[in-house]
């Protein structure tokens, strides 16, 4: 069953289902990813989404084929979408914790969708570090997604810029 979140102010859509949040576009958009899956510039998607991949409540992350970008190919089909035409995201945050906040100055509504784990790495970038135990490889992985939206048109190196300056507010 999906569930309507809300309509962004250039009419694209997004719904919450099947342990996703996903964005459809009602039209061409610039597209710019930083995930493995389908990633980096693209004027030709139809939509972009966000999936939670754990099994379930404190269980790991079920991969679905043997290299990531299969397996997203695989959820991309089993959210009706063209694996072709989508850009995806995974993590272990749930989507029913996701916050969508929209802000507008003048003529620019800037939509971000965000979706954080904080079970396994709830510090912060800048926290002094009061814990050091070495491992080989981490145990757990923690991820702040986030899909941030603009309804204006933007060259692509603006873009790029755009995303550098999302990616310092996270951190």
Sequence with gaps: M????????????????????????????????TSLYNGGYHDDYTAVYNYDAKQGAGMPCEMLADTYVEHMR????RLALDPDKVSGM????????AVVETMSFKELTVTA??????????????????????????VKY???????????????????????????AKT
């Design 90 to 97: 995974g993590t272990a945050a749930s989507m029913e914790n």
């Design 113 to 138: 969708i965000v979706t954080g784990g904080i079970e396994t790495n709830g510090g912060r970038a800048g926290d002094p570090a009061d814990y050091y135990k070495p491992q080989p490889k981490p």
């Design 2 to 33: 999906s569930e309507h979140l809300c309509t962004l102010s250039t009419g694209d859509k997004v719904y919450f289902y099947d342990k996703s949040i996903v964005i459809y576009f009602a039209g061409a958009r610039k597209i710019l990813s």
């Design 142 to 168: 923690g991820t702040i997604n986030i899909m941030l939206l603009l309804d204006c048109d933007m060259p692509e190196g603006v873009m790029a810029r755009a995303l550098v300056t999302c990616t310092e």
């Design 74 to 77: 695989l959820i991309s089909k």
